[in-house]
């Protein structure tokens, strides 16, 4: 039966409390936006919904921890719930981990407009335009642990356009027995979309910003237009003014001949045309083949410094976070060979690589540093068989730096 067509806003995971992260240093020039940015890409949401005319907005968890962000974070938020119900637009507002109900003061009442989903149970909330009902929403808050319980959320069949609405992991699977035509999911910071082969949406939205390195690519929300034959599209909107990238230069990058800041500059012109007008905040990690490939790329302090130097205070800026040398593939033979200690070192350590570091004890090693901490201690002493490869890696790039005079490539 046709119904009517409608639009509506899915957000989650504003996380007002917490800073953008991963910054061992704070570029002056930058340091306003950064501190800014989580409240302008929430901002954003709350504008898009004015502008776009939404029926309802949905916001799936860990929009803010009240006690962390204060009485900034909680006056934003009312303020913005205030402006829709000044146009008649409901909020639905289901909670997560971080925004407990319990966490939000009882002297700050919120706007009729907002309907907090309860815990322990879904609750079916209509949606009505005009006095009709337009789409039945079915949500509820997370209980902090756990993924989504969804025989909870079952109801009984209706014409409506029905939403699940929950804050948690789930399963395609499971998400699908619903039958929902719409599932709006927060609990991920990353946007994801849930493929089962099913012909129901399932959308974690991400975060309106990202927060660290893991976090890459572009952060918002979706906007949702749904027609009267409940046919739905999902936009998804860009709300970050930052935006975290990873850059991974393997081998045969580095071998192509040219000079490593060439390359560099190369990748950072091509990432800020890709990325439009947002701040970009990189993490490189460099992958030499060999010992002499490692020692062509220099100083990484110095290759940081300079990268910050050319790209970092341009509008947009792409400042590089960081620069890891990962360990060459292989050091050179006449290394290995040589009758010192760098040579023993380099044969103990292929020695060690042959059984994936299986046998190699540390304990002996750890006690003779008193001033190590027990946890770290222990972490040496029985690291985990799946790390231990990597590990060794990285102490014998350590000790090949050490031993042949250079900086230590960390």
Known sequence: M???????????????????????????????????APWKATEAVFEAAVIENVDFLLLCGDLLNPLAAGPRGMAMLVDQ???????????????GSADTPERWPEAIPLPENVTRLP??????????????????????????HGSIHVPSYRIDPTDEFTIGMGYGPAEASALAEARFDYWAL???????VMEDGATFGAVYCGSPQGRRLEEVGPHGFHLIDV??????????????????????LDAADLARGDNVRQLMGSRVSRLLNEHGDRHLLIGWELQPASGE????????????????REFGNGNPAAWSISLRVKPPQRYPKAWQEEDTILGDFLRASDRHRKTAARDLNLAPMTEEHPRLSP?????????DPAIRPALLDDATLLGVELLRGGKPKL
Do not use: N
């Open 186 to 192: 927060g609990g991920s910071h990353q946007r994801r």
């Open 293 to 308: 490939a490692l020692a062509e790329l220099g100083d990484p302090a110095e290759l940081l410094t300079w990268l910050r």
């Open 81 to 95: 719930f205030d402006a829709l119900a000044e146009r008649d637009i409901p909020v639905l507002w289901a909670a």
């Open 227 to 248: 027609d009267a034959d409940h046919s739905t599209r999902v936009h998804a909107v860009d709300a970050d003014t930052f935006r975290y990238c990873q850059v991974q």
């Open 375 to 383: 946890s770290t201690a222990a972490a040496l002493a029985d690291a």
């Open 119 to 144: 815990r322990g149970r879904a609750a079916s909330v209509p949606i009505e335009r005009a006095g009709q009902t337009i789409a039945l929403v079915v949500g509820r808050s997370s209980e902090g």
């Open 2 to 36: 046709p119904g009517e067509s409608f639009r509506f806003i899915h957000a989650s995971d504003f996380h007002l409390e917490r800073p953008l992260a991963d910054l061992d240093e704070l570029p002056k020039h930058l340091r306003d936006a950064i501190s800014e």
